[in-house]
């Protein structure tokens, strides 16, 4: 650790935060990134918290965003590279440790990924950190060699100065480098002068690693005395252990000790087989007192009532769209229109699991963490101990589409309740089955919409009355609510340019109560909010005569939705005709700042499945950092909200859950997968998301292909019934 070095230490204040959080209280005047990262110690190097260089010249970003699958470690160490100017082929990206003071995603106020957010909140940080790092370089070159430091150059790690021929590369002069002040406003490069972002050779940094095995994931964790656990969960959601017979259970070989925690039973042993097997032989009985003993239809069947003004009088509406009388405004044709939406599961390729150390208060965890800050307020919870004091050593992790990311950190806290029973320090690797995750996880909400629009003489929405029915994704969340209103129950129908369109709006929002643990799913609320407004779009078209598309053009000149008609424009452009054989459908929306259009081309025929064989999509997502990420996340983001719009759907059946595999909640297949072509709208916008905006729009546009061809409209999902 050089002279410029420095720790994080928590003050006489920070334990104070630290002990009122942990014992219930609020103190006043504190900062939540104060309490958030109360108890934390963090080494902060000379270069700052997001860049380190070594001896030898290599270069780390260090990323406060996990990498499971995404590729966002490529875009994030690429900005970094292009202002440091650093050798792309030296730069490696390693995580961040846990500290929200110091890693919090802007965008959240909190250490964590999700809303598709990475490249977005990091986009200044990094640059600037890049900047902030060549000019110590340039400073520390222009010292050593004593010549104007605007006569420097840096390229590829390189630092020159051509009138006296002196170069260095960042090793030989990191020491004196890191001595430098760094400036507290770097200049930035002019984005024309890029020659890294935005090109494709920002590839992806893990490639090789899970090509060879040698990328490490939680199960991958191996340490002496390292035991395993597998609980046991009630089969419906809100059921507790009311007693439990594990004789033959610790009979089996391997099992060291079976626990009852708040979620259920828990059986540990040295190995998976042997926790497993323990966990068959448990006998556990289940006090179903307050159990959710409702099923899917039932709880649709209110959605439906509520919906059409039959609900309780306790419901409480809350507008997220309102404009004008639609009380007093009746004349014209009217359009109606009822659309449900199933519980989804997240079914990420790796199952929850969490490897913990509990030493007293002081608690190691090694899993993908997907929100540290999240991970470490359970913990702390559990153990008594400081938020910031929960050391969290992220790994990759094998998909999430949200599932890692909940405010009860529900496995993570699961674990920990089960290491602090074991003797002190004693590792233990929690293992969550496929199995376990489709029962007992959380899921995209039932979801039930009505709508009634009045139609002006020319076919146009004059009035539109959305009535949207669904459990709130923010219920108990630790994030303090501006208003009564849960906007990522309705983001995507909250300001459509549809509703900007139209001069009488009325759009409410109802959320229920219901015993389904639920969670935001990939594109979170407009995974059912696309479908509904972009179906119901073409089917006012149809209805009108006109040409979906040009309907489109006209609604969106009407709202000044530029960026709407530009990437409309830019794939119908880039589809070109009709194959013939194949029925079209278009779709158009925007979700985590980016706009995606896209055209499916489908093949339809009597007795078969539809068919998408291929999408042309077209992207408006700001800065386009890493283009060949980007084509990557539609085309996997594509087929993500295809399988769904087809065959996804848990059943619940008197509060429990009927699929347990990939058997019965089927997902699209390698021979379904249509060919995605993705063209990047020129921007020079600061980037926005693309993790998530490719999911929601395949749905409505296969759905607008089957009406094109004379099938009826889509209103239930999933298209291809699994029950």
């Known amino acids: 650790m050089n002279a410029h070095s420095k720790i994080a230490q928590p003050s006489r204040r920070d334990l104070v935060v630290g002990a009122t959080m942990v014992g219930g209280a609020l103190l006043v005047g504190c900062s939540p990134a104060d309490l958030l990262s109360a108890g934390a110690k963090t080494q902060i190097g000379a270069f700052g918290p997001f860049?380190?260089?070594?001896?030898?010249?290599?270069?780390?970003?260090?990323?406060?965003?996990?990498?499971?699958?995404?590729?966002?470690?490529?875009?994030?160490?690429?900005?970094?590279?292009?202002?440091?100017?650093?050798?792309?082929?030296?730069?490696?990206?390693?995580?961040?440790?846990?500290?929200?003071?110091?890693?919090?995603?802007?965008?959240?106020?909190?250490?964590?990924?999700?809303?598709?957010?990475?490249?977005?909140?990091?986009?200044?940080?990094?640059?600037?950190?890049g900047a902030a790092t060549r000019a110590m370089f340039v400073q520390a070159a222009a010292a050593k060699w004593n010549v104007p430091a605007a006569e420097i150059t840096v390229?590829?790690?390189?630092?020159?100065?051509?009138?006296?021929?002196?170069?260095?590369?960042?090793?030989?002069?990191?020491?004196?480098?890191?001595?430098?002040?760094?400036?507290?406003?770097?200049?930035?490069?002019?984005?024309?002068?890029?020659?890294?972002?935005?090109?494709?050779?920002?590839?992806?940094?893990?490639?090789?690693?899970?090509?060879?095995?040698?990328?490490?994931?939680?199960?991958?964790?191996?340490?002496?005395?390292?035991?395993t656990a597998m609980v046991a969960h009630a089969p419906r959601f809100g059921a507790k252990v009311k007693s439990f017979?594990?004789?033959?259970?610790?009979?089996?070989?391997?099992?060291?000790?079976?626990?009852?925690?708040?979620?259920?039973?828990?059986?540990?042993?040295?190995?998976?087989?042997s926790a497993r097997q323990g966990r068959e032989a448990l006998k556990v009985v289940w006090d179903e007192t307050k159990a959710e003993g409702r099923g899917s239809d039932q709880i649709m069947a209110e959605y439906r009532a509520a919906a059409a003004g039959k609900g309780p009088e306790s419901l409480k509406w809350v507008p997220f769209d309102s404009k004008g009388d639609a009380a007093k405004a009746t004349d014209g044709e009217v359009f109606e229109a009822t659309y449900d939406f199933p519980y989804l599961a997240h079914a990420a390729m790796e199952p929850m699991d969490c490897v913990a150390i509990v030493k007293g208060s002081k608690v190691k965890l090694i899993h993908g963490s997907q929100s540290p800050t999240m991970d470490q307020l359970a913990v702390a919870k559990v153990v008594g101990a400081l938020p910031g004091s929960v050391e969290i050593e992220t790994l990759l992790a094998g998909g999430s589409f949200g599932r890692r990311a909940n405010?009860?950190?529900?496995?993570?806290?699961?674990?920990?309740?089960?290491?602090?029973?074991?003797?002190?320090?004693?590792?233990?690797?929690?293992?969550?089955?496929?199995?376990?995750?489709?029962?007992?996880?959380?899921?995209?909400?039932?979801?039930?919409?009505?709508?009634?629009?009045?139609?002006?003489?020319?076919?146009?929405?004059?009035?539109?009355?959305?009535?949207?029915?669904?459990?709130?994704?923010?219920?108990?969340?630790?994030?303090?609510?501006?208003?009564?209103?849960?906007?990522?129950a309705v983001e995507g129908a909250l300001g459509s340019p549809y509703l900007k369109a139209t001069p009488v709006v009325d759009a409410q929002l109802a959320t229920p109560d219901v015993g389904v643990p639920v969670l935001w799913w990939r594109s979170v609320g407009a995974?059912?909010?696309?479908?509904?407004?972009?179906?119901?779009?073409?089917?006012?078209?149809?209805?009108?005569?006109?040409?979906?598309?040009?309907?489109?053009?006209?609604?969106?000149?009407?709202?000044?939705?530029?960026?709407?008609?530009?990437?409309?424009n830019l794939a119908m452009e880039k589809a070109g005709p009709v194959p013939a054989g194949l029925a079209r459908g278009v779709a158009v929306h925007e979700s985590f700042g980016s706009v995606v259009a896209q055209v499916a081309d489908v093949r339809l025929a009597d007795g078969v499945d539809p068919k998408v064989e291929r999408v042309v999509t077209a992207i408006d997502c700001g800065t386009a950092v890493a283009p060949d990420q980007i084509a990557a996340q539609m085309e996997g983001g594509t087929c993500y909200g295809l399988s769904a719009h087809l065959y996804g759907e848990v059943v619940v059946d008197k509060g429990a859950v009927q699929q347990t595999n990939f058997d019965g909640y089927r997902v699209l297949r390698m021979n379904e997968a249509p060919l995605v072509e993705t063209h990047i709208l020129p921007s020079d916008r600061p980037p926005s998301g693309v993790g998530e905006p490719g999911t929601p729009v395949i749905g409505p546009a296969l759905a607008n292909a089957m009406l094109g061809a004379g099938k009826p409209p889509v209103t239930r999902l999933p298209i291809v019934r699994n029950v």
Request: aromatic fraction near 6%; hydrophobic fraction near 40%.
């Open 51 to 129: 860049v380190k260089v070594a001896a030898d010249g290599a270069v780390t970003v260090v990323s406060k965003h996990i990498e499971f699958g995404q590729g966002s470690h490529a875009g994030l160490a690429a900005i970094v590279a292009e202002e440091l100017d650093a050798d792309w082929t030296r730069v490696r990206v390693e995580f961040a440790p846990a500290n929200a003071k110091i890693y919090a995603n802007s965008m959240m106020g909190a250490q964590g990924t999700g809303g598709s957010s990475a490249i977005a909140n990091s986009w200044q940080q990094l640059r600037t950190a």
């Open 155 to 227: 390229r590829d790690s390189l630092v020159s100065h051509a009138r006296s021929g002196k170069s260095a590369g960042f090793g030989e002069l990191v020491a004196d480098a890191g001595k430098v002040t760094p400036p507290e406003a770097p200049v930035l490069k002019d984005p024309r002068t890029f020659t890294l972002v935005g090109t494709s050779r920002v590839r992806r940094k893990d490639s090789t690693a899970k090509s060879n095995g040698t990328a490490r994931y939680t199960q991958d964790v191996r340490m002496e005395g390292l035991l």
């Open 245 to 273: 017979d594990d004789t033959a259970a610790r009979k089996v070989a391997g099992v060291v000790d079976v626990i009852q925690i708040p979620t259920g039973v828990a059986v540990v042993a040295r190995d998976t087989w």
């Open 407 to 488: 405010f009860q950190a529900d496995y993570v806290a699961e674990c920990v309740h089960i290491a602090k029973k074991l003797p002190k320090g004693t590792p233990l690797k929690l293992v969550w089955t496929r199995e376990d995750d489709m029962r007992a996880g959380y899921f995209r909400p039932i979801t039930h919409h009505s709508v009634r629009i009045v139609l002006d003489k020319d076919g146009y929405p004059a009035v539109w009355r959305q009535r949207v029915v669904t459990q709130s994704l923010m219920k108990g969340s630790p994030i303090p609510s501006k208003g009564p209103l849960d906007a990522t």
């Open 527 to 568: 995974t059912h909010t696309a479908h509904v407004m972009e179906h119901t779009i073409d089917q006012l078209a149809r209805k009108a005569g006109k040409d979906p598309v040009e309907y489109r053009r006209v609604l969106y000149q009407r709202a000044g939705a530029k960026r709407h008609l530009a990437v409309l």
